[in-house]
T-cell receptor
Framework: DAGVIQSPRHEVTEMGQEVTLRCKPISGHDYLFWYRQTMMRGLELLIYFNNNVPIDDSGMPEDRFSAKMPNASFSTLKIQPSEPRDSAVYFC????????????FGDGTRLSIL | AQKVTQAQTEISVVEKEDVTLDCVYETRDTTYYLFWYKQPPSGELVFLIRRNSFDEQNEISGRYSWNFQKSTSSFNFTITASQVVDSAVYFCALSEERYSSASKIIFGSGTRLSIRP
């Protein structure tokens, strides 16, 4: 069975550019989560969706970040404009049934903003 | 306030030693869930176990065991006869059950475990 698929695996771009990270959850999972991992702040939940609807976006750092889930099999996390402090590994995860069930993580996108 | 503390930033042991990773949590909810995840050097996060607040039974899975004690708000993880492949960063996480609002999920800062041959 396919796991959570994230793309790209690596992204290097210059500050000010728009960055779009993509995620395909496990088929049938109704919860989708976006996390950011940095050395300084650890693993932070940015936002999560249930049935394509954003439930909690309190972790989104600022207006430059936005996330969408247009359908059950696709989500994007967009940063516009990007800044060097956005450099991190971004993980997408999905779970089935409730937000408290085990989450299955993608391999992450390593983002570097120069 | 909801909080997860993994006081051990790094642990290094020799292969075959037993090692315990500590996790202490804070929550005001009576219904909550505790998790352990493993992040090997390859970077992905792998689910290991979930416990709910009403189940204090310890669990054993092969060389892994978990000790959940509500009295001390701890959910510790022990690896018996450690192996080099156990080298990873291990995260403890807490999720509170919310019926009228969004569940809150937070991760501890992780413990980096190195197993030396």
């Amino acid at each position: 069975d396919a796991g959570v698929i994230q793309s790209p695996r690596h992204e290097v771009t210059e500050m000010g550019q728009e960055v779009t990270l993509r995620c395909k959850p496990i088929s049938g999972h109704d919860y989708l989560f976006w996390y950011r991992q940095t050395m300084m702040r650890g693993l932070e939940l940015l936002i999560y969706f249930n049935n394509n609807v954003p439930i909690d976006d309190s972790g989104m750092p600022e207006d430059r970040f936005s996330a969408k889930m247009p359908n059950a099999s696709f989500s994007t996390l967009k940063i516009q404009p990007s800044e060097p402090r956005d450099s991190a590994v971004y993980f997408c995860a999905s779970s089935l049934g409730t937000a408290n069930n085990p989450q299955h993580f993608g391999d992450g996108t390593r983002l570097s903003i120069l | 306030a909801q909080k997860v503390t993994q006081a051990q930033t790094e642990i290094s042991v020799v292969e075959k030693e037993d090692v315990t990773l500590d996790c202490v949590y804070e929550t005001r909810d009576t219904t909550y869930y505790l998790f352990w995840y493993k992040q090997p050097p390859s970077g992905e996060l792998v689910f290991l176990i979930r416990r709910n607040s009403f189940d204090e039974q310890n669990e054993i899975s092969g060389r892994y065991s978990w000790n959940f004690q509500k009295s001390t708000s701890s959910f510790n993880f022990t690896i018996t006869a450690s192996q080099v492949v156990d080298s990873a960063v291990y995260f403890c996480a807490l999720s509170e059950e919310r019926y009228s609002s969004a569940s809150k999920i937070i991760f501890g800062s992780g413990t980096r475990l190195s197993i030396r041959p």
